[in-house]
């Protein structure tokens, strides 16, 4: 069974398109993260929810909005889509309360966003 | 900043050699981190070690912690052509800071 799934795995969109990404995780963790890997492979992150909260946010646009339903989903909502926009979007989870940086992150296997 | 940097960026061993990554970091940290993360997918946590151990094995992975010089080394023994992959240091600070990776590829 897949721990942390995301969807879609591709997404190619006009600029100035509003589109979303869906995370789901069945690790039964508190935190999730959404990252941002640039063409250079930088991975950088950009939110962070414990038990659907937002504890971290990054110097991120407020084009971009996260949204925790419950704490076994993070979805990630982009609105007015820029080319700079185009990278790899990794949705992660860790297990402890608050954002515990001793813990493994367990990473999806990545959405891939082009921006035409 | 940018917290962990890898050295080399890119490294290229045939099968059966041993392969070894540096992490140098700048802040105090909690512990280290190495993951692996093969062509499109995402990354797989490999092993932690706290900033009071100076060791770690798990398998064919030696991970060391020198936290007076600020640095890391992963160790891959015996390698194979399926370690062929991107490998990252990530710091346990608050948030986890991922280092660029180093690319390894292992030749058959």
């Known amino acids: 069974d897949t721990a942390v799934s995301q969807t879609p795995k591709y997404l190619v969109t006009q600029m100035g398109n509003d589109k979303s990404i869906k995370c789901e995780q069945n690790l039964g963790h508190d935190t999730m993260y959404w990252y941002k890997q640039d063409s250079k492979k930088f991975l950088k992150i950009m939110f962070s929810?414990?038990?659907?909260?937002?504890?971290i946010n990054e110097t991120v646009p407020n084009r971009f909005s996260p949204k925790s339903p419950d704490k076994a989903h993070l979805n990630l909502h982009i609105n007015s889509l820029e080319l700079g926009d185009s990278a790899v979007y990794f949705c992660?989870?860790?297990?402890?309360?608050?954002?515990?940086?001793?813990?493994?992150?367990?990473f999806g296997d990545g959405t891939r966003l082009s921006i035409l | 900043s940018q917290q962990g940097e890898e050295d080399p960026q890119a490294l290229s061993i045939q099968e059966g050699e041993n392969a070894t990554m540096n992490c140098s970091y700048k802040t105090s940290i909690n512990n280290l981190q190495w993951y692996r993360q093969n062509s499109g997918r995402g990354l797989v946590h490999l092993i932690l070690i706290r900033s009071n151990e100076r060791e770690k094995h798990s398998g064919r992975l030696r991970v060391t912690l020198d936290t007076s010089k600020k640095s890391s080394s992963l160790l891959i023994t015996a390698s194979r052509a399926a370690d062929t992959a991107s490998y990252f240091c990530?710091?346990?600070?608050?948030?986890?800071?991922f280092g660029k990776g180093t690319r390894l590829s292992v030749i058959a």
């Open positions: 990530a710091t346990g600070t608050t948030p986890l800071v």
């Open positions: 992660a989870s860790s297990q402890g309360a608050g954002v515990n940086s001793n813990q493994p992150q367990h």
């Open positions: 929810y414990n038990n659907k909260e937002l504890i």
